[in-house]
């Protein structure tokens, strides 16, 4: 439901939300990477999908072949926006590739965790990827596009792509095989104005000492995301 997400996003973490097509709702948030609500996608299709910006789309789609990854969708030119292609990674999970890109580049977001510099509420901070072998994965990402990668807890590889968020890679949860967090500075009271505003939360918010709080939630399309906090 494109317009009731875009009113829910635009009220709770103040988007701002502009029709591009009959399926497609670009959004801004108040720091890091801009987007897309999608409508009617196929059954079985990930929540969220992250872009990685290239300067050759099939170029980089070929090398993604070479290195075992698979193609999801060939390259193909959105007016104004540029060339895009989508790629399923060795562990089967979808990422796409742009040459679209913000003038100037999109500044690096880290992970907003502990003392770590915190971003403007409403912000996409943090992405979690799953990946079924962690190591494999860091190999893949960091031989291709660059990527830093850093073992932390058990079934979960931080990344850094040096630009836009970071997040992690996780081995626990196929079935959810990508994940967006947005920052909130109170997870607690977000969650309850998610619950108002047609969204669902889904159980507890879960604070760890010392690192951040966590929750999550659907949105009114049901879609799964994150919220960050102190």
Not at 119 to 136: R, T, V, Y
Not at 201 to 225: I, Q
Request: overall charge neutral; hydrophobic content about 40%; proline content about 10%.
């Amino acid at each position: 439901d494109a317009a009731a997400s875009s009113t829910f996003y635009s009220k709770l973490f103040g988007w701002q939300l502009q029709p591009m097509s009959a399926d497609l709702v670009g959004f801004a948030t108040s720091a890091g990477p801009p987007g897309a609500l999608r409508s009617n996608v196929p059954a079985g299709f990930p929540g969220m999908v992250p872009y990685i910006a290239v300067p050759d789309v099939d170029a980089m789609l070929a090398r993604v072949v070479a290195a075992g990854g698979t193609v999801e969708k060939p390259g193909w030119n959105v007016p104004m926006v540029g060339r895009l292609a989508r790629f399923k990674d060795p562990s089967g999970t979808i990422y796409g590739l742009t040459t679209s890109a913000l003038t100037g580049g999109l500044p690096r977001i880290p992970m907003p965790l502990g003392s770590n510099p915190k971003p403007p509420a409403g912000a996409i901070c943090s992405l979690e990827m799953f990946a079924a072998d962690g190591a494999a994965a860091a190999r893949f990402f960091n031989e291709l596009f660059g990527w830093g990668t850093l073992p932390t807890m058990t079934n979960y590889m931080a990344f850094d792509p040096g630009a836009g968020p970071g997040g992690v890679f996780q081995s626990h949860t196929p079935s959810l095989p990508a994940l967006a967090y947005v920052y909130a500075t109170s997870v607690e009271a977000k969650l309850a104005e998610i619950a108002d505003a047609g969204g669902k939360k889904l159980g507890e918010s879960m604070r760890m000492p010392g690192v951040g709080c966590f929750g999550y939630f659907t949105d009114p399309s049901g879609t799964s995301m994150g919220l960050i906090g102190p």
